[in-house]
């Protein structure tokens, strides 16, 4: 495995990929892969372009990597080259966040959709039935009328992959403008929806 | 996830509740398979890439000085005076092919049928000495020819008798006489006192 043995440390594979292991940049590639795709996904909507964007992220990481003293995490690093890549690409095909993609399929061939579904399930109450289909369509479509720095701020806190810090550092803003775009994103969406007709409380 | 999560706070409302489910299902969508196997592909091309970045480069730069030193040759070249011509003419730049035979190329070519095989005359710098002109009138003769409507050439009957030939004009020499002018005279000029005096 050329000492890339699952115990290392992010900053182990950095030097050793920064000494020309391509086998260990490629389990950086392997350990950070989901969160520089949610990334990028937030940024641009689409999975086929957020693929595409990680590629790109991944591949200036390693062009850069000698360039990376160690000061952050490898993680927060490449999340900044990530979100960069991603506003570029957002930029150049001039449209956002697909609102109708399809939920994604993981290896176990669970789609989100269902994960959600397995994970809310546990603790349904009477309360959740009230959450139907057409609400589930109002929310998403009213989340691609947001500002983009709310709905950026929303999609990365929900993506389940990044901490406020890491939002933070990708979006170059201060960690409490970050919670205040995400909870400001939040009562934006519901004011909308009780002007749609639903119960705001 | 670790404690800092922004997604582990509590939310209590339905609608509350329907974001995070609509943002759950917008981002929970894992990679497509293969992306580490797509991402060490493009690297090493990469590395190739860089690998030949000196050499190529060094290659272009040949190549490109040969370029200049071939282009500053030929420059060089063109600008040479060129001998002086007497009398430069398109007829004297024509190769000598053509001037063998102006047309027989040209109508070779028309034969073939092929208009892209047809010479093209250069047109050169270079001084294509004249041949030798020689008289081109052949030996003199009595005779003098004329067209006749028979075509049978006509022969100045004078030409076959000697006797008969034109005797030499004799043009007398002539001499010049002073030319004489008549004497020109002019009546003085007499000026009459006015009436009733000055």
């Known amino acids: 495995m050329n000492g890339t043995e699952p115990s290392a440390t992010d900053l182990d594979l950095v030097r050793l990929a920064q000494a020309g292991n391509v086998e260990a940049f490629g389990e950086l590639v392997e350990r950070n892969r989901r969160a520089v795709f949610r990334a990028a996904l937030a940024c641009v909507g689409s999975p086929a372009e957020a693929d595409d964007v990680a590629q790109e992220a991944f591949v200036t990481a390693y062009r850069k990597l000698a360039t990376f003293r160690g000061e952050a995490q490898f993680r927060t690093w490449l999340l900044s080259i990530t979100w960069r890549k991603a506003i570029d690409r957002r930029k150049s095909i001039s449209r956002w966040l697909r609102l109708t993609v399809s939920p994604g399929r993981d290896d176990s061939g669970e789609d989100a959709f269902d994960q959600m579904e397995r994970i809310a399930s546990t603790s349904r109450s009477q309360e959740d039935t009230v959450v139907d289909d057409e609400l589930q369509q109002n929310v998403t479509r009213l989340i691609g009328t947001l500002p983009k720095k709310l709905r950026d701020a929303l999609l990365l806190a929900g993506t389940g992959e990044h901490t406020y810090e890491q939002i933070s550092q990708m979006l170059g803003a201060p960690l409490g403008t970050v919670k205040w775009r995400v909870s400001e994103a939040r009562r934006v969406l519901k004011k909308k929806l009780a002007a749609l007709g639903y119960a705001y409380e | ?198």
């Open chain 2, 1 to 198: 996830m670790n404690n800092d999560s922004p997604w582990t706070g509590s939310h209590k409302s339905p609608l509350d509740r329907a974001i995070d489910r609509a943002v759950w299902n917008l981002m929970h969508v894992d990679p497509p398979a293969g992306l580490r196997r797509r991402v060490l592909a493009r690297l090493e091309p990469g590395a190739a890439e860089r690998r030949l970045f000196a050499p190529r480069f060094a290659w272009g730069a040949a190549a490109l000085v040969i370029l200049i030193v071939a282009v500053m040759f030929t420059r060089d070249h063109r600008t040479e005076p060129a001998a002086i011509v007497p009398q430069p003419s398109v007829a004297a730049n024509v190769p000598p092919a053509l001037r063998a035979s102006p047309a027989a190329p040209l109508k070779a070519a028309v034969e073939r049928g092929s208009p892209s095989q047809i010479p093209s005359p250069r047109i050169t710098r270079e001084a294509i000495p004249m041949p030798p002109v020689a008289n081109v009138f052949g030996a003199r003769t009595g005779n003098v020819s004329a067209a006749a409507e028979s075509g049978v050439e006509a022969v100045w009957p004078g030409a076959e008798n000697p006797s008969s030939a034109v005797a030499p004009l004799l043009i007398a020499p002539l001499t010049p006489a002073p030319i004489e002018t008549p004497a020109i005279v002019i009546p003085p000029l007499v000026i009459a006192p006015p009436k009733g005096g000055l």
